[in-house]
């Protein structure tokens, strides 16, 4: 059975760092589309940001660009996301999710992720 479990949210200042970690096990390898998507309270959930299977793609939303960066480390089988210039506006509860195709794409449309992790709280304060 595939599992995600993400970790390394915490309680941040604006302009500090985090990453955040999505280790996968329940596979015999890695190379799946993985993407980070994030909910605020009273928010739907969006995209942030996702990596191709191969790890040669990547894709960000827009209010994230140039700011955040995911990558994968196969060794590890993890997907990092890294958080830079965080914002009070990225305070939200951050999940991993994972696609069921090999070496397929990065996708930003959630319905397309059968795998899911639990998620970490990520706080900005201003």
């Known amino acids: 059975q595939v599992q995600l479990a993400e970790s390394g949210g915490g309680l941040v200042q604006t302009g500090g760092s985090l990453r955040l970690s999505c280790a996968a096990s329940?596979?015999?390898?890695?190379?799946?589309?993985t993407g980070w998507f994030r909910q605020a309270p009273g928010k739907e959930r969006e995209f942030v940001a996702a990596i191709s299977g191969g790890g040669a793609d990547s894709l960000y939303a827009d209010s994230v660009k140039g700011r955040f960066t995911i990558r994968r480390d196969s060794t590890r089988r993890t997907v990092y996301l890294e958080m830079n210039a965080l914002k009070p506006e990225d305070t939200a509860v951050y999940y991993c999710?994972?696609?069921?195709?090999?070496?397929?794409?990065?996708?930003?449309?959630?319905?397309?992720?059968?795998?899911w992790g639990q998620g970490t709280q990520v706080t900005v304060s201003s």
């Open positions: 999710a994972s696609r069921s195709v090999l070496y397929g794409d990065a996708s930003v449309d959630a319905r397309s992720y059968p795998y």
């Open positions: 329940g596979r015999t390898s890695i190379s799946y589309g």
